[in-house]
């Protein structure tokens, strides 16, 4: 029996892991047997840690590269470790510049044959930025070419945070995305929130003491069997996405463990890097609250969040083009005597 894999994409804070989080109370609510692979660009898990709190499974994680290119290697090992669970379902979070397609291609590699089976692409689209992308990254026609493959290889495309847009820019984007992608359902959401079912129907549990079976390769065509990707020369994609990937740079910044940093100051500090901050999130603490909190930074908004994590504090921030010395330079500034150990170029 080949295990059903499901792909969650998106660029970087559009909902990805709210909607793995989702599935995965579905999975459990169905008594279902998921694997967790998840792709971060940096050395600290944040998205990681709060699926292992909500979860309580095992996570598969490839950390700081992204799965397209430094991390492909590693792929189908995790994959296989993960298969070694004996799960029901693989669900893969891929970080916020990857393309699905290279995941696609690793299930297709010797050892994977016959053992998974690629279920869907679900690809989630930030409403309130989504029609920003082509102007905020213009100096970066090899992300806008990866954002957009995100929704042309899609079987299934969510647009998310649809409360913080009016109907007219939900028209827009319905067009940018049919212009794009004509064949794959759209469903607006917020919060990641849908039918589970759309997902996870058909996916049953495995009797016990079953394992996933070397089956001849079949390629299934089909809405929901990834048969919008397309052939190209591999080396031509990998080149493509490496020369974008390489301005996409991730660092870890770690605030005194007695710190209690104000929200107006951490805004400040976040907000003056523009479009050119992707995303930031870690564990923080808050004037008020000496326990660790998880913050979020996404689209210009800060979100908090109670947490179990019990360990020091971190900030982790992904960004375009931004500098190490300028970054530490602002970062000291605000926080005299703060390390900046593991900014690096990916």
Same mark, same amino acid.
């Given at each position: 029996m080949s295990i059903p894999v499901l792909i969650l994409s998106g660029f970087l804070g559009s909902g990805k892991t709210t909607l793995l989080l989702e599935l995965l109370a579905e999975a459990h609510s169905r008594d279902l047997r998921p694997g967790i692979l998840m792709n971060e660009l940096g050395k600290m898990d944040v998205d990681g840690e709060i699926v292992g709190e909500a979860s309580r499974v095992s996570v598969a994680k490839l950390l700081d590269g992204c799965v397209c290119c430094s991390k492909k290697s590693e792929l189908s090992a995790s994959i296989q470790e993960l298969l070694r669970q004996k799960p029901d379902v693989l669900l893969v979070e891929l970080t916020g510049v990857a393309n699905p397609e290279e995941v696609v291609d690793a299930l297709t590699e010797p050892a994977l044959l016959g053992r998974v089976r690629l279920k869907q692409i679900v690809t989630v689209l930030d409403a309130e930025y989504t029609l920003e992308y082509n102007s905020i990254f213009s100096s970066d026609k090899d992300l806008v070419r990866t954002l957009r493959r995100q929704m042309e290889v899609a079987d299934l495309i969510l647009v998310n945070k649809t409360d913080l847009v009016d109907a007219h820019t939900l028209q827009k984007i319905e067009k940018t995305v049919r212009k794009h992608n004509p064949l794959a359902p759209l469903l607006y959401t917020q919060r990641s929130r849908l039918d589970p079912d759309i997902l996870l129907r058909g996916i049953e549990r495995a009797p016990e003491g079953t394992a996933p079976a070397r089956q001849p390769f079949r390629v299934v065509k089909g809405v929901a069997a990834g048969s919008r990707i397309k052939e190209s020369a591999p080396e031509e994609a990998a080149h493509r996405h490496q020369a974008s990937f390489s301005r996409v740079r991730t660092f870890t910044l770690r605030p005194p463990a007695d710190l209690c940093l104000p929200q107006a100051l951490l805004e400040q500090f976040l907000g003056q890097w523009g479009s050119r901050?992707? =995303? #930031?999130?870690?564990?923080? #603490?808050?004037? $008020?609250? &000496?326990? =660790?909190?998880?913050?979020?930074? #996404? $689209?210009? =908004? *800060? /979100?908090? &969040?109670?947490? /179990?994590?019990? $360990?020091?504090?971190?900030?982790?921030? *992904?960004?375009?083009?931004? !500098? !190490? &010395?300028?970054?530490?330079?602002?970062?000291e500034e605000l926080l005299p005597g703060t390390q900046l150990p593991s900014g690096r170029k990916r």
């Open positions: 901050l992707l =995303r #930031a999130k870690g564990y923080l #603490a808050q004037p $008020g609250n &000496s326990s =660790r909190r998880l913050m979020q930074y #996404a $689209g210009k =908004r *800060i /979100t908090w &969040s109670s947490s /179990t994590y019990q $360990g020091e504090p971190y900030l982790v921030l *992904i960004g375009m083009d931004l !500098e !190490e &010395s300028e970054l530490l330079m602002e970062w």
